[in-house]
């Protein structure tokens, strides 16, 4: 199969900004709360555009990573925290406090090492997939610049490991076929293998995690949230009255293990996996965003609905960001 890389590359970057748009209205909100709303959410959202009205800054600095690499040829520091800096004035939409933080620092001039939050939370993972898609030919280097351009703002290790799984999960789907299957246990072993080669002991945490993603993709959905939705999270910062509930956590870890069991999950349409994934409960609009940069990578742009990019805010910007990303991956890569 000749893959479509515009597609694809648009197809993730689309992808991100529906499952965010579509998840925001709903963050932090119980899935059985949201579920409390509608009995078909395709048509709740036809109904009710106007609560679909925007991204968050998770979809705000995927493109941000996205111009960064275009605007250096690839990965370079100092664009990475230009961009960043210039999201400050965008205003951002509902972000992070450590993310938010660390930015700021930055535009203040101080190094990124000093600026970096020490924050597991989910604010790398959520802009990292533009690395994955640029990177899918060379993930030597797709490893080291996920690793990089969380550092920049989240200095804690489980923010860089789920930066770097969900950059070489991208990169594993954009070489798949939607019109076939895909291993499951091959998607597993490259992902895992992504973060292996490390002693830092949140890493393998993490890849404990993935193998029990991976050995329990057959329960029910809301089983398998309830299950993930807060794992790896340690006091004080695990909700005791979340307990047995679908509420996922802003912990990079349980946000990731939850946007991957419910990509693998929904593996039929773009469209329906994208519903499930904004409807997870708690920081939906940020599994949405994951989840939704995977399932786009896979399906491709051609592939998700009109009506669904007709309700992305500033869809046109982001298939013109989408084209230049790839002018530059084509200049990078001219002779595949």
């Not at 509608?38 to 009710?48: D, I, Q, W």
């Not at 057959?218 to 909700?239: D, R, W």
């Not at 896979?298 to 992305?312: D, R, T």
């Not at 990303?325 to 002779?335: D, G, N, P, T, V």
């Amino acid at each position: 199969m000749k893959i479509d890389y515009l597609d694809k590359i648009s197809g993730a970057l689309f992808g991100g900004a529906c499952g965010d748009t579509l998840g925001h209205p709903f963050e932090g909100f119980l899935r059985e709360k949201i579920y409390s709303n509608f009995t078909n959410f395709k048509l709740f959202v036809r109904e009710n555009r106007r609560l679909f009205n925007t991204y968050t800054d998770d979809t705000q600095l995927t493109l941000h990573t996205a111009e960064a690499l275009i605007h250096g040829g690839g990965f370079d520091t100092k664009f990475f925290i230009s961009e960043y800096v210039k999201w400050l004035d965008e205003p951002p939409i509902g972000p992070g406090y450590g993310c938010l933080t660390s930015i700021r620092k930055l535009k203040y001039g101080l190094h990124w090492e000093e600026a970096a939050s020490n924050s597991g939370g989910n604010g790398t993972a959520m802009r990292v997939a533009p690395i994955g898609l640029f990177y899918c030919k060379d993930i030597e280097r797709l490893k080291k610049f996920a690793l990089k351009s969380s550092i920049i703002t989240h200095s804690h290790p489980a923010a860089s490991a789920g930066a770097i799984v969900i950059a070489r999960a991208v990169a594993f789907l954009v070489e798949k076929d939607p019109r076939k299957s895909f291993s499951s246990e091959e998607f597993f072993k490259i992902i895992i293998s992504s973060i292996s080669d490390s002693k830092e002991a949140i890493w393998k945490e993490f890849i404990d995690i993935l193998l029990k993603v991976k050995e329990n993709l057959n329960i029910p959905i809301e089983a398998g949230l309830i299950k993930f939705s807060q794992i790896g999270v340690k006091s004080p910062y695990f909700i005791e009255e979340y307990l047995g509930k679908a509420f996922v956590h802003p912990y990079t870890l349980s946000t990731v293990a939850c946007a991957i069991f419910l990509f693998l999950n929904n593996l039929g349409s773009f469209e329906d996996c994208i519903y499930e994934l904004a409807t997870a409960g708690g920081d939906s609009d940020t599994v949405g965003a994951i989840g939704g940069s995977l399932a786009g990578a896979y399906f491709g742009y051609k592939n998700i609905p009109s009506e669904l990019v007709k309700l992305v805010k500033n869809n046109k910007k982001i298939l013109q960001i989408s084209r230049e990303l790839y002018s530059r991956f084509a200049e990078k890569y001219s002779s595949f």
